[in-house]
């Protein structure tokens, strides 16, 4: 018995290699998280901008330079010069990027606040106890809510086939029926 739990693949080794393939799912998730929300996102291509328009800068200045040579008559046009239109390009595709982050989290705080407002209080979640608020409602009350919102938009369904079926109507002739 001793000898098997000395063994590193024996049973004592087992829940340490679990623990350890669970913090590591875990900081995956947490990861693929964090590509999804667009101001984590925003933030991570702050510094990527910064150093694209940096080198957008420096190419830009040593072209300028080489140019300048060129027409003075000091440097002949063999020389091989950095791209200056690709460095423009990568900086405009995150400046792309950057805006689609920005527009993606202006819809998500637009539908916060829409959602806020047609269901302001919260439902308790049996997975958060401790963060019940005074003014959240029951299950009941909340099932409630959702029964009303269903029969309002069935309600409002209703009043648009009613109407659809009316503007069909008057483009039929009279006289067929």
Do not use: W
């Amino acid at each position: 018995m001793a000898a098997q739990q000395q063994q590193p693949g024996g049973p004592m080794a087992q829940p340490g290699m679990q623990q350890a393939a669970s913090l590591q799912q875990q900081q995956q998730q947490l990861s693929q998280q964090q590509d999804f929300d667009p101001v984590h996102r925003f933030k991570m291509l702050i510094p990527q901008l910064k150093e694209s328009l940096q080198n957008v800068m420096k190419i830009a200045s040593l072209n300028l330079g080489h140019n300048t040579a060129i027409d003075n008559g000091i440097k002949s046009s063999d020389a091989t010069v950095q791209r200056f239109d690709k460095s423009l390009e990568e900086f405009y595709a995150l400046c792309d990027q950057l805006e689609l982050c920005l527009r993606l989290a202006y819809e998500c705080l637009s539908q916060s606040i829409d959602s806020a407002k047609h269901s302001p209080n919260l439902v308790p979640t049996a997975t958060k106890p401790d963060t019940v608020q005074t003014e959240s409602l029951s299950y009941a009350q909340y099932l409630g809510m959702i029964k009303s919102q269903i029969s309002c938009a069935k309600d409002i369904h209703n009043a648009l086939l009613e109407c659809s079926k009316k503007i069909a109507g008057k483009g039929q002739p009279q006289g067929i029926m």
